[in-house]
Nanobody, 124 residues
């Protein structure tokens, strides 16, 4: 288990941008990393994931609702994952979380305890 600390969320107007960070307390290694979000009264949902291997390089996956607007990236040397969010919409308002994934493609295969998350609020 590693501890995950999300940051970067704030209040932003629709159409604006934010960059979220997820810092891990230890090496994230070759595990896929995912971003998730939970809006008030809703279930937590998958947003984006990234995996990296020396042989295949980076591979990313996005929920349809954020495709083309959000970009996930990782810096293994800093044990940090980022989520660049552009063209934000009010429906992106949620608490955003990150987690390691046991299996690429299985967004429910989270490994670590959930952190506090970071609040993103998009005003119309």
């Amino acid at each position: 288990q590693v501890q995950l600390v999300e940051s970067g969320g704030e209040l932003v107007q629709a159409g604006g941008s934010l960059r979220l960070s997820c810092a891990a307390s230890g090496p994230i290694g070759s595990y896929p990393m995912g971003w998730f979000r939970q809006a008030p009264g809703k279930e937590r949902e998958f947003v984006a994931a990234i995996r990296w291997t020396a042989w295949t390089g980076s591979r990313t996956s996005y929920a349809d609702s954020v495709k083309g607007r959000f970009t996930i990236s990782r810096d293994n040397a800093k044990n940090t994952v980022y989520l660049q969010m552009n063209s934000l919409k009010p429906e992106d308002t949620a608490v955003y979380y990150c987690n390691r994934l046991l299996t690429w493609g299985q967004t429910t295969s989270t490994i670590d305890y959930w952190g506090q998350g970071t609040q993103v609020t998009v005003s119309s």
